[in-house]
């Protein structure tokens, strides 16, 4: 009740403050300054502030390694304003107890590119860190998200309560889990580590390219899949940790959801969610382990194929949109794939039915 009390007291304070800021034509920083002591005065927690203005509450060493401008890490943080809203989080634990109320951040293997896009205060404390260790922050909006404020990151859009508004400070907590100074490795180590945890994969491609045959298809040589073929698929990507991140699957999407939003395939037919890979030598719009393994299938076919970054989207990844999650640079990859439907050039095969496409194992929630 007290720490409740604190809030209510601090949020009176900050709307206090910016009432009697536009009568004194006071600046934005004057103002946060304010805010910042009066919030530290009331939190002795906040001791240690560094020359930059961040400050800086150790709750546990590492004993790893300390990252460079030059590494890739991995993160796990959750952010608050100073009324102590959730707007930020890795935890599924708070996402799942919040809902949308707080802006969930999935992504394996978690990188974050330590000269990347990130919050100057957030990269700092990581610089001086070690693997392992564990910090408190309180971020002034000058090493933050300054005078925009953030709207969106992560994932997907913020809904109005939980978005950090223009020069105001938040706070953090966060943990450096690993230095990766060579993300393509070990992208292939999780790949690796993966199928050796699987069994019944079959290398395809250069040890970076694994397909696993669930239920075989069509032996006709109408249904086989080659240049020129239409493709009708249903299918599920995951990461490797067994988070959904895209279906057109719908039990699938019902049981990830809100993460993995039903019918968000990137070309439709009338078929409905169905999504059409129209191959070709050079360009089939999946990307490259998608395409190898409907190269491995037929009409009918179910299976599996993993796969490293090389032959998915590489060391830039995938932005984010309002209906599918960021997919990181360097993340391997799974899908689940069923062909439904050839079409060659010279003849149409019928089409399956979608019935009973999921193997019940793929309906693990994260």
Request: hydrophobic share 40%.
């Amino acid at each position: 009740m007290h720490s409740y009390i604190k809030v209510l007291a601090l949020a009176a304070l900050a709307v206090g403050l910016f009432s009697c800021a536009q009568e004194e034509d006071v600046s934005s920083r004057t103002i946060e300054d304010r805010i910042i002591g009066a919030y530290v005065n009331q939190n002795p927690i906040w001791k240690n502030k560094t020359e930059t203005g961040l400050y800086l509450n150790v709750l546990k060493e590492g004993t790893g390694v300390t990252p460079t401008i030059t590494d890739w890490v991995m993160v796990k943080f959750t952010g608050k304003t100073l009324e102590g809203d959730y707007f930020h989080t890795t935890d599924t634990a708070v996402f799942n107890h919040l809902d949308y109320h707080v802006n969930y951040f999935h992504i394996v293997p978690d990188f974050l590119y330590m000269a990347g896009a990130m919050p100057q205060g957030f990269r700092e404390a990581l610089l001086k860190m070690k693997e392992g260790g564990k910090v408190d922050l309180l971020i002034p909006s000058y090493l933050g998200f300054g005078s925009y404020g953030a709207v969106k990151f992560g994932q997907m859009p913020l809904l109005p309560d939980a978005y950090v508004q223009a020069n105001r400070p938040v706070t953090y907590q966060m943990e450096l889990v690993k230095v990766i100074s060579k993300p393509r490795e070990y992208d292939s180590l999780l790949v690796d580590s993966y199928v050796s945890k699987n069994s019944g994969f079959v290398n395809i491609k250069d040890k970076a390219v694994y397909f696993r045959e669930i239920e075989k298809g069509s032996a006709a040589a109408s249904d086989t899949i080659g240049n020129g073929s239409k493709v009708y698929v249903h299918y599920a990507g995951y990461f490797l940790d067994n988070y959904c991140f895209d279906t057109n699957i719908k039990a699938i999407s019902d049981t990830f959801a809100p993460y993995a939003p039903y019918g968000s395939a990137s070309s439709t037919s009338a078929d409905g969610d169905t999504l059409v890979v129209s191959m070709s030598a050079t360009s089939s719009g999946v990307v490259k382990g998608f395409e190898l393994a409907l190269r491995k299938m037929t009409k009918g076919a179910k299976a599996e194929v993993v796969f490293t970054s090389t032959n998915g989207y590489g060391i830039t990844g995938q932005s984010s949109s309002s209906s599918k999650p960021s997919i990181a640079p360097y993340a391997p990859l799974r899908f689940y794939i069923v062909v439904d439907k050839v079409e060659n050039p010279v003849s149409t095969t019928t089409t399956t039915t979608a019935a009973a496409i999921l193997p019940p194992k793929l309906l693990r929630k994260y």
